[in-house]
């Protein structure tokens, strides 16, 4: 099996190099990997955020592996050549329309949160995010009115296909956990939510064991403040399920710890740690690479049928933190590398 390694910008091949070494460590001899550049890396010595010879990589690839991208050097360039556009492009041209992203937080961890530690101890839920819709791909420009005004304008549309998908995903999901989905929408305001929630509706018929609720995107962020323990597994859209993500990821104490996937409709996936390229960091072995790690665990597991291999992995992070690992942003002060080094020998 074929994994592609894109490590990206900034702390990208930092924790990348942490993440191998801890793949190399189980001994999988069936796994080879390619490496390739994206992001701003590829841009400066490409011309392009996502090279052809990258893209190639990736679709040739059982699955990917994925740093992150952003470069302040590429700030001034035009939106289709910023390294953002990467991930982006990589999702829309593989159909990755799935983003798992698991919120649960290590026992080691409840004082890092921001929340009470009784609080964030109950948090395990799964956000299902949809990728391929929403404002991010929908028509958008930048156009005069008809008094001269500058207006700057983003279709949010989703079809009745698109939300059908990944509500399956997201039943199927809550199939295998504790049975409870919340749909998150804003169907009071928005004709495209309308639409989420009824088409939601019509799939829960095909899941009569799973328990379906609904909620607003203001009231979701609420609750996930006041009592996250009661989500169990949430599905919502492009844009509500990018904000809410990010927050789960502060509830369970470091935007550092939550891994990633993005899955097409057979399972091949990209995975990456939620959190940026980090480029005030880059380079100076500050960055947290459990994320990451924690990303090739989601990786063995649901695109590489590996789910030992996957268990050992997260296993050695809880015993690493047991045994008292943390880098700065978890109010300790151990490099990228020792806190790799942590996992390896808890390995």
Known sequence: MRVALLAGDGIGPEIMAEARRVLDALGLDDLTYEEALVGGAAYKAKGHPLPPETLDAAKRADAILFGAVGDPDCDALERHLRPEQAILGLRKELTLFSNLRPAKVFPQLADASALKAEVASSIDLLIVRELNGDV?????????????????????????????????????????????????????????????????????????????????????????VRDPGQFDVIVTGNLFGDILSDQASMCVGSIGMLASASLDANGKGLYEPIHGSAPDIAGQGKANPLATILSAAMMLRYSLNKPEAADRIEKAVATALENGARSADLGGSMTTREMGDAVLAAL
């Open 136 to 224: 991010y791909f929908g028509e958008k420009g930048m156009r005069k009115t008809a008094d001269g005004l500058r207006e700057g304008y983003d279709v949010m549309s989703y079809n009745e296909a698109e939300v059908r998908r990944i509500a399956h995903s997201a039943f199927k999901a809550a199939q295998v956990r504790r049975k409870k989905l919340c749909s998150v929408d804003k169907a009071n305001v928005l004709e495209t939510s309308q639409l989420w929630r009824d088409v939601v509706i019509e799939v829960s018929a095909d899941y009569p064991d799973v328990e379906l609720s609904h909620m607003y995107v203001d009231n979701a962020a609420m609750q996930l």
